[in-house]
């Protein structure tokens, strides 16, 4: 079941990082924070990092800063649950 759940997030994720460009991104990246919410509760820390990456070009890219505080706080946090201290300072 888990790996489903795992699936269908990343074609999720997928759709959300191809979205297309003359969009809303405030709407997107709301929809990426929710989807980094899931991977984190199923403990899939290497995909939410990834998710998170990508918010992260997203917001930079498409000049949504709204979110990018709690993006970075997000990767400090499961920095923090990997025992990465370097990288947990970083953010």
């Known amino acids: 079941m888990q790996e ?3 699936l269908a997030l990343r074609i999720l994720n997928n759709s959300l990082y191809n979205y297309p460009l003359d969009k809303d991104y405030r ?3 709301s929809l990426m924070i929710s989807t980094i919410h899931f991977y984190f509760t199923l403990k899939q820390y290497e995909d939410t990092i990834m998710i998170i990456n990508n918010a992260i070009y997203l917001s930079n890219k498409y000049c949504c800063y709204d ?3 709690n993006l970075w706080l997000m990767l400090a946090n499961i920095y923090e649950i990997l025992k ?3 990288k947990a300072k970083e953010y």
């Open 27 to 29: 709407i997107i990246l």
């Open 84 to 86: 990465d201290d370097n």
């Open 4 to 6: 489903i759940q795992r």
């Open 67 to 69: 979110y990018l505080g």
